[in-house]
Each structure stands twice: as structure tokens, then as C-alpha cells.
């Protein structure tokens, strides 16, 4: 099963490790929704924040040791942060959505330009992560 979770970058921009918040409002799914995106466009790959929120060893070990994270965080109460504050994981990146004047609600009927902005924001936050690892594995074992 550790094949399906890991996953060799293709670029240099692929080897980074993607946590979104995918809390229960818009801007939490937009979050989702931009990692999963991003993650099929090969800018990096999704990787399991409950993992990390478990305390699960290889989980753990694997978001301290990637070279490039970004969190994506829905809303200012910053669910993603404090998973990885409390796991003791170093944050690299970092985006809060309504951060960029998307407002905190109920409609889960996400627009495209709107994913697409949250889609921008994160490759701008990620334009200082290191790049020189493009081979090197996501792995969560």
C-alpha cells in the first residue's frame, strides 16, 4: 500500500509536500480542492495532515524531513498550523485563504476563478522553497 502513497517529483517544483486544512466551510474546501489540483498538475503532492494530526511515525517523519511543505490553512484559526506545531514540524510555507480577501462560509459551490486564485497564492507562497531535491520521495512510510 506505501506504493499509492508515495511518489518521486517529475519537476523541480514536484517535490513539494502539500497539507490543506479541507476543513468543513468554503475556504476549508478550497483548500482541498487546490491540492488536489495541484497535485494532478505534478506542482507537488497531497499529503494526509490527519496523518500527521495522528502522530503516525512515518507520517510524521516524512513532513520533518521533506525539503519543500507548503500548509494551506482555509481560515485564520489555522487548524493546519497548529497540526504541525503540536507534531513538531518545522513549517516551510505557508497560506491562509482568507488571507486573500475570500470570505469564510457555507457554500461548498466553489467557483472555478476562485480555485484557481487559491491555485496562484500557493505556488507564490512555495516561490522560495528549496528546489534542488526533484527526485527525492513523498513517502508517509
Known amino acids: 500500500m506505501a506504493e499509492n502513497c508515495c511518489a518521486t517529483a517529475k519537476s523541480p517544483a514536484g517535490n513539494v509536500m502539500i497539507l490543506a486544512c ?3 466551510s468554503n475556504v476549508g474546501q ?13 506542482f507537488g503532492k497531497m499529503f494526509c495532515l ?10 510524521v ?7 519543500a511543505m507548503v500548509a494551506i490553512d ?7 498550523k497548529a497540526v504541525l506545531e503540536h507534531a513538531e514540524v518545522p513549517l516551510k510555507a505557508y497560506l491562509v485563504i482568507t488571507d486573500l480577501g475570500i470570505e469564510k462560509n457555507k457554500n461548498f459551490d466553489l467557483e472555478r476563478g ?5 491555485k496562484a497564492a500557493v505556488k ?4 522560495d522553497l528549496p528546489t534542488e531535491a526533484p527526485g527525492q520521495e513523498i513517502c508517509c512510510s
Open 30 to 42: 478550497l483548500s482541498n480542492q487546490a491540492a488536489v489540483e495541484l497535485t494532478r498538475e505534478g
Open 61 to 67: 517523519q516524512s513532513a520533518r524531513d521533506v525539503p
Open 114 to 118: 476562485t480555485i484557481d486564485a487559491v
Open 124 to 127: 507564490e507562497a512555495c516561490k
Open 50 to 59: 490527519a496523518g500527521i494530526g495522528g502522530h503516525l511515525s512515518g507520517f
Open 74 to 80: 482555509g481560515c485564520s484559526v489555522g487548524c493546519a
Open 22 to 24: 479541507s476543513g468543513g
